[in-house]
C-alpha cells in the first residue's frame, strides 16, 4: 500500500486534488498523476454543452462528501464509494449475460467470446448508472475491475452477534445469500498499472444521467437513411456474379433491401487482409456502380491485421506493434503516421470508388481461441502504448479512423464493428456478434443503450423457419436489420440448415417464409422515418434510440428487472418472443394505457401480462398518446426517396410527433433540417405542420 487514503471532498477542492464542474451535472475529479492515452485523449467529439446544459436534473447523487476515497496501490489505482442495500447499477458497455450489475464484480477486458457473466465483452465501457441519482466514468483504457457493493471493510460486520441460530434452510443459496447487500458495502473501482485517474460524474435519474454521458461523448450519431434499411451479407465464398446474381434477386422478389455485405472472400488474402481485391472480384469498379444503379449500397468486411502482401505494409511496418495477429502487422492508430497510411489507402481505394462502408471484424481480441487471434497485453506499441491500452482502444480507434474518412468526403456512412468503448456514441457503428442466444442478443439491445453503443441481433444460424422469424422480428425494431448470411450460398428463408443450403436444396414450407420475411422486411421499411426521428433525438438530446424501459420509467421499481423488452424510439414498447418462448410470453407494461400497435387494443399496465404471439407475431405496444408515423415501404432509399406517409394514432391524450426531412446522406444536416410537425388533441383532426422541401408526402391526410 502505497501512502494513505485521500477522502474527497465531494465538490470541495482539496490540496494535490483538482476538480471542476464540465457543464450543468458533470463533474471532473482528478487523482493522482493520470495516464496520456485514454478515452478522453483520443476524442474527436467536442462536448456538446450548450444541449447538457438544456437537460435537467431530476435527482440528486446521494454520495456524501466524505465518502468517496482514493489511494495509489502496489497494482495501480483503487477508488471507492458506497453503495447502499437496494441500490440498482446498469451500464459497463455491451453486457449480454447480466442487466442489474449491482452486486457483481465487473472487469473490464476486451473479449470477444466472454464464456460466462464475468464482465468482460466485445464493447467494455467504464461507465455505470446507479439509482441513487449520478452516473460514473474513469477515464482509462486499463483492466479496470468494478466491484458493485461486493465487499465492505475490515471490521465493519464486528457489532453482527447472532450465533446459534436455526437454519431456516440449509441449501446453496441460503449460505451465500449474502450474493447482493443487506446492508451498505463499497463500490471498489480497481485501475491496474495507473498512477491517477480522472473521473467524471453525471448527474440525475437514469435518463439524465446516460444523456449527459452521450453528450459528453459528442451527441449521438445519425446514420444516413439507407442505413437504417435492409441489410444483407452475402456468402463468404461468393464472387462478382454471384453478386450480380443477390442485386437481381431482391428485386424481383420485392424484398426491400439497401445494403450489401461482402465477406472476407474478396481480399486476395485473409486472414489477415491485403486490401486488395481478389481474382473472384476482376472488375470491381463495374460492380460497384452496377449494384449503385439498381438502389444498393456495398460494404465490404475487413479487419486491421496487415498481410505482408498489403500494399502499405512495409510502409505500415516501423508504426506498428512488436507482435502479429494471423501473420499480419497491428497497426499503431495512435501515431498518426499509421493512421494516415490506412486513411489515405481506404479513402482512394474504397470511399472515393463507392464503397459506403465496412464491418470492422476482429478488432476484440480473444483469450479462448487457439492460435494467434490476439497479440499479447504485454505488446509494445510505438506510441508508447501497451497492448492492454491498444486492446482496448482499438475498436475506437478503427472506428474514428474510418468515420474520419467519411467525414472529409462529406458522406454519412452506417458501418459494423466488433469491438467498442468508451465514448463512442458520435460514430455511426454498430456492434455485432452471434456468439449469443437470441434472449442474450435481446439483452445486449436492453444494455448497449445505457453506454452509447448500438448493438445488433443479426440473424445468422436459425434452427428452423420459426427459428428464423423470431429473430427476424427481433432484428426489424433494431439499430441494424441485418440478416448476415456469410456462411449460406442461398438466402435462409429458402433454407435454414447450413449442409442442406449449400446443397441448395429447400426447406419445407420456404414460400412461406419468403412470404413473411417480406412483410418483416416491409415493416421495418415502413418505421424509417420514425426511427430516423429517434436517432435526430440521440444526436441532440443524447436518448438512446433502443434503450431499457427502466429509462422511460425511472420510478417503477418493476421497471428495474426488465431485460427483455425495450424502447425502440419514443413511443414503441417490443416485447420479442424467442423460438424457445412458443406463441406466448410474460410482458410488463408501466402504468397507464397501452395499446396493441397492430390492432389498436387498449391494455391496462401497472402489471405483468402473458400475451400470445403466433411464430408471425410480435409483441408491440404504444404509450398513450403516440403519433407514429409509417411509410409506405419503398425497395430502397436513394437520394430522391420521398417518403408517403400514413399516421397511426393511439389513445385520447394529446400527441405530437417531429418528423426530420434533409438529404438523408450527407453531413449538410448540421446545418439545414427541415421538419413536419405533427400534433394531435382530443376531438380534433391531425395537424400537419409542413415545413420546405420535405421528403415526406401526406396524400392521405
Ligand atoms: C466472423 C464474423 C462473421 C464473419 C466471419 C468471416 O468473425 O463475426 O460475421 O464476418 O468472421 O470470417
Same mark, same amino acid.
Request: charged share 25%.
Given at each position: 500500500? #502505497?501512502?494513505?487514503?485521500?477522502?474527497?471532498?465531494?465538490?470541495?477542492?482539496?490540496?494535490?486534488?483538482?476538480?471542476?464542474? =464540465?457543464?450543468?451535472?458533470?463533474?471532473?475529479? !482528478?487523482?493522482?498523476?493520470?495516464?496520456?492515452?485514454?478515452?478522453?485523449?483520443?476524442?474527436?467529439?467536442? =462536448?456538446?454543452?450548450?444541449?447538457?446544459?438544456?437537460?435537467?436534473?431530476?435527482?440528486?447523487?446521494?454520495?456524501?462528501?466524505?465518502? @468517496?476515497?482514493?489511494?495509489?496501490?502496489?497494482?495501480?489505482?483503487?477508488?471507492?464509494?458506497?453503495?447502499?442495500?437496494?441500490?440498482?447499477?446498469?451500464?459497463?458497455?455491451?453486457? +449480454?449475460?447480466?442487466?442489474?450489475?449491482?452486486?457483481?464484480?465487473?472487469?473490464?477486458?476486451?473479449?470477444?467470446?466472454?464464456?460466462?457473466?464475468?464482465?468482460?465483452?466485445?464493447?467494455?465501457?467504464?461507465?455505470?448508472?446507479?439509482?441513487?441519482?449520478?452516473?460514473?466514468?474513469? #477515464?482509462?483504457?486499463?483492466?479496470?475491475?468494478?466491484?458493485?457493493?461486493?465487499?465492505? $471493510?475490515?471490521?465493519?460486520?464486528?457489532?453482527?452477534?447472532?450465533?446459534?441460530?436455526?437454519?431456516?434452510?440449509?441449501? $446453496?443459496?441460503?449460505?451465500?445469500?449474502?450474493?447482493?447487500?443487506?446492508?451498505?458495502?463499497? &463500490?471498489?473501482?480497481?485501475?491496474? *498499472?495507473?498512477? /491517477?485517474?480522472?473521473?467524471?460524474?453525471?448527474?440525475?435519474?437514469?435518463?439524465?444521467?446516460?444523456?449527459?454521458? #452521450?453528450?459528453?461523448?459528442?451527441?449521438?450519431?445519425?446514420?444516413?437513411?439507407?442505413?437504417? /434499411?435492409?441489410?444483407?451479407?452475402?456468402?463468404?465464398?461468393?464472387?462478382?456474379?454471384?453478386?450480380?446474381?443477390?442485386?437481381?434477386?431482391?428485386?424481383?422478389?420485392?424484398?426491400?433491401?439497401?445494403?450489401?455485405?461482402?465477406?472476407?472472400?474478396?481480399?486476395?488474402?485473409?486472414?489477415?487482409?491485403?486490401?486488395?481485391?481478389?481474382?473472384?472480384?476482376?472488375?470491381?469498379?463495374?460492380?460497384?456502380?452496377?449494384?449503385?444503379?439498381?438502389?444498393?449500397?456495398?460494404?465490404?468486411?475487413?479487419? +486491421?491485421?496487415?498481410?505482408?502482401?498489403?500494399?502499405?505494409?512495409?510502409?505500415?511496418?516501423?508504426?506498428?506493434?512488436?507482435?502479429?495477429?494471423?501473420?499480419?502487422?497491428?497497426?499503431?492508430?495512435?501515431?498518426?503516421?499509421?493512421?494516415?497510411?490506412?486513411?489515405?489507402?481506404?479513402?482512394?481505394?474504397?470511399?472515393?470508388?463507392?464503397?459506403?462502408?465496412?464491418?470492422?471484424?476482429?478488432?476484440?481480441?480473444?483469450?479462448?481461441?487457439?492460435?494467434?487471434?490476439?497479440?499479447?497485453?504485454?505488446?509494445?506499441?510505438?506510441?508508447?502504448?501497451?497492448?492492454?491500452?491498444?486492446?482496448?482502444?482499438?475498436?475506437?480507434?478503427?472506428?474514428?479512423?474510418?468515420?474520419?474518412?467519411?467525414?472529409?468526403?462529406?458522406?454519412?456512412?452506417?458501418?459494423?464493428?466488433?469491438?467498442?468503448?468508451?465514448?463512442?456514441?458520435?460514430?455511426?457503428? &454498430?456492434?455485432?456478434?452471434?456468439?449469443?442466444?437470441?434472449?442474450?442478443?435481446?439483452?445486449?439491445?436492453?444494455?448497449?443503450?445505457?453506454?452509447?453503443?448500438?448493438?445488433?441481433?443479426?440473424?445468422?444460424?436459425?434452427?428452423?423457419?420459426?427459428?428464423?422469424?423470431?429473430? @427476424?422480428?427481433?432484428?426489424?425494431?433494431?439499430?441494424?436489420?441485418?440478416?448476415?448470411?456469410?456462411?449460406?450460398?442461398?438466402?435462409?428463408?429458402?433454407?435454414?440448415?447450413?449442409?442442406?443450403?449449400?446443397?441448395? $436444396?429447400?426447406?419445407?414450407?420456404?414460400?412461406?417464409?419468403?412470404?413473411?420475411?417480406?412483410?418483416?422486411?416491409?415493416?421495418?421499411?415502413? @418505421?424509417?422515418?420514425?426511427?430516423?426521428?429517434?436517432?435526430?433525438?440521440?444526436?441532440?438530446?443524447?436518448?438512446?434510440?433502443?434503450?431499457? +424501459?427502466?429509462?422511460?420509467?425511472?420510478?417503477?421499481?418493476?421497471?428495474? *428487472?426488465?431485460?427483455? $423488452?425495450? @424502447?425502440?424510439?419514443?413511443?414503441?414498447? !417490443?416485447?420479442? +418472443?424467442?423460438?424457445?418462448?412458443?406463441?406466448?410470453?410474460? &410482458?410488463?407494461?408501466?402504468?397507464?394505457?397501452?395499446?396493441?400497435?397492430?390492432?389498436?387494443?387498449?391494455?391496462?399496465?401497472?402489471?405483468?401480462?402473458?400475451?400470445?404471439?403466433?411464430?408471425?407475431?410480435?409483441?408491440?405496444? !404504444?404509450?398513450?398518446?403516440?403519433?407514429?408515423?409509417?411509410?409506405?415501404?419503398?425497395?430502397?432509399?436513394?437520394? %430522391?426517396?420521398?417518403?408517403?406517409? %400514413?399516421?397511426?394514432?393511439?389513445?385520447?391524450?394529446?400527441?405530437?410527433?417531429?418528423?426530420?426531412?434533409?438529404?438523408?446522406?450527407?453531413?449538410?444536416?448540421?446545418?439545414?433540417?427541415?421538419?413536419?410537425?405533427?400534433?394531435?388533441?382530443?376531438?380534433?383532426?391531425?395537424?400537419?405542420?409542413?415545413?420546405?422541401?420535405?421528403?415526406?408526402?401526406?396524400?392521405?391526410?
Amino acid at each position: 500500500m #502505497n501512502g494513505s487514503r485521500n477522502k474527497w471532498k465531494l465538490f470541495t477542492r482539496q490540496e494535490g486534488e483538482h476538480m471542476e464542474q =464540465i457543464a450543468k451535472g458533470i463533474w471532473k475529479v !482528478v487523482f493522482g498523476e493520470p495516464e496520456k492515452y485514454t478515452p478522453e485523449y483520443f476524442r474527436s467529439f467536442p =462536448i456538446k454543452k450548450e444541449m447538457i446544459d438544456k437537460i435537467t436534473i431530476s435527482r440528486k447523487p446521494k454520495i456524501k462528501e466524505e465518502d @468517496l476515497e482514493w489511494k495509489k496501490t502496489k497494482r495501480g489505482v483503487a477508488i471507492t464509494l458506497p453503495i447502499s442495500a437496494g441500490e440498482d447499477i446498469y451500464g459497463f458497455g455491451l453486457q +449480454l449475460r447480466n442487466f442489474n450489475q449491482a452486486g457483481k464484480r465487473r472487469y473490464l477486458k476486451v473479449n470477444s467470446d466472454p464464456v460466462s457473466d464475468t464482465g468482460e465483452t466485445h464493447a467494455p465501457v467504464p461507465f455505470y448508472i446507479s439509482s441513487e441519482g449520478y452516473g460514473l466514468f474513469a #477515464n482509462t483504457f486499463r483492466y479496470a475491475a468494478f466491484s458493485m457493493g461486493t465487499s465492505s $471493510e475490515r471490521g465493519k460486520s464486528s457489532a453482527m452477534t447472532a450465533e446459534n441460530e436455526p437454519h431456516e434452510e440449509f441449501s $446453496e443459496s441460503a449460505l451465500y445469500a449474502l450474493k447482493r447487500a443487506g446492508q451498505e458495502r463499497k &463500490v471498489i473501482i480497481d485501475i491496474p *498499472a495507473a498512477k /491517477g485517474i480522472e473521473l467524471y460524474f453525471f448527474e440525475g435519474d437514469f435518463m439524465e444521467t446516460v444523456q449527459r454521458y #452521450n453528450l459528453f461523448s459528442g451527441g449521438g450519431c445519425i446514420p444516413p437513411m439507407w442505413g437504417l /434499411g435492409m441489410w444483407y451479407r452475402i456468402y463468404g465464398g461468393s464472387c462478382q456474379t454471384d453478386v450480380k446474381h443477390f442485386t437481381e434477386y431482391f428485386r424481383k422478389e420485392n424484398m426491400p433491401m439497401d445494403v450489401l455485405g461482402l465477406e472476407p472472400g474478396w481480399h486476395s488474402h485473409s486472414y489477415s487482409c491485403t486490401y486488395k481485391w481478389s481474382d473472384l472480384f476482376p472488375h470491381p469498379g463495374e460492380m460497384i456502380k452496377e449494384a449503385s444503379g439498381q438502389g444498393y449500397k456495398l460494404n465490404l468486411w475487413e479487419h +486491421l491485421y496487415v498481410y505482408p502482401k498489403a500494399p502499405f505494409y512495409e510502409e505500415l511496418y516501423p508504426y506498428s506493434g512488436d507482435y502479429e495477429v494471423w501473420n499480419g502487422l497491428v497497426p499503431d492508430f495512435a501515431m498518426k503516421e499509421a493512421w494516415k497510411i490506412f486513411e489515405d489507402y481506404h479513402r482512394e481505394t474504397f470511399v472515393k470508388k463507392g464503397i459506403a462502408g465496412f464491418k470492422l471484424d476482429e478488432c476484440d481480441n480473444s483469450d479462448y481461441n487457439p492460435s494467434n487471434w490476439g497479440f499479447p497485453d504485454a505488446s509494445e506499441f510505438p506510441s508508447g502504448m501497451d497492448g492492454e491500452q491498444m486492446h482496448l482502444a482499438m475498436g475506437v480507434l478503427y472506428q474514428n479512423l474510418i468515420y474520419g474518412i467519411y467525414k472529409k468526403e462529406n458522406k454519412r456512412t452506417y458501418s459494423q464493428v466488433r469491438s467498442s468503448g468508451a465514448l463512442a456514441s458520435p460514430m455511426p457503428f &454498430v456492434l455485432y456478434s452471434d456468439l449469443y442466444d437470441h434472449k442474450q442478443f435481446i439483452r445486449g439491445m436492453v444494455n448497449a443503450g445505457f453506454s452509447g453503443l448500438l448493438w445488433c441481433p443479426e440473424v445468422r444460424s436459425c434452427k428452423n423457419g420459426d427459428d428464423l422469424l423470431r429473430r @427476424l422480428q427481433t432484428v426489424v425494431f433494431s439499430a441494424h436489420a441485418l440478416i448476415n448470411g456469410w456462411r449460406l450460398p442461398n438466402p435462409p428463408w429458402e433454407q435454414t440448415d447450413i449442409k442442406q443450403n449449400l446443397a441448395g $436444396e429447400k426447406m419445407e414450407g420456404a414460400e412461406y417464409y419468403t412470404k413473411e420475411c417480406r412483410k418483416l422486411f416491409e415493416l421495418r421499411m415502413s @418505421l424509417l422515418p420514425y426511427l430516423y426521428s429517434a436517432y435526430v433525438d440521440y444526436y441532440r438530446t443524447g436518448k438512446p434510440p433502443i434503450r431499457a +424501459l427502466l429509462m422511460d420509467y425511472p420510478e417503477d421499481a418493476a421497471a428495474r *428487472a426488465v431485460d427483455d $423488452e425495450f @424502447l425502440f424510439g419514443e413511443s414503441m414498447l !417490443v416485447c420479442p +418472443l424467442t423460438y424457445e418462448d412458443g406463441i406466448s410470453r410474460e &410482458v410488463y407494461l408501466p402504468k397507464g394505457s397501452w395499446y396493441d400497435f397492430f390492432t389498436g387494443e387498449m391494455i391496462k399496465g401497472g402489471e405483468k401480462t402473458e400475451v400470445k404471439a403466433q411464430y408471425d407475431q410480435i409483441p408491440v405496444f !404504444v404509450k398513450e398518446g403516440a403519433i407514429i408515423p409509417l411509410a409506405r415501404p419503398v425497395p430502397y432509399v436513394d437520394k %430522391d426517396t420521398v417518403f408517403e406517409m %400514413d399516421v397511426k394514432m393511439f389513445g385520447e391524450a394529446d400527441g405530437k410527433f417531429i418528423l426530420f426531412s434533409d438529404d438523408f446522406e450527407t453531413f449538410d444536416f448540421e446545418n439545414t433540417q427541415n421538419t413536419a410537425v405533427l400534433e394531435k388533441h382530443p376531438g380534433k383532426p391531425l395537424e400537419v405542420i409542413k415545413g420546405n422541401n420535405l421528403r415526406y408526402s401526406f396524400s392521405g391526410i
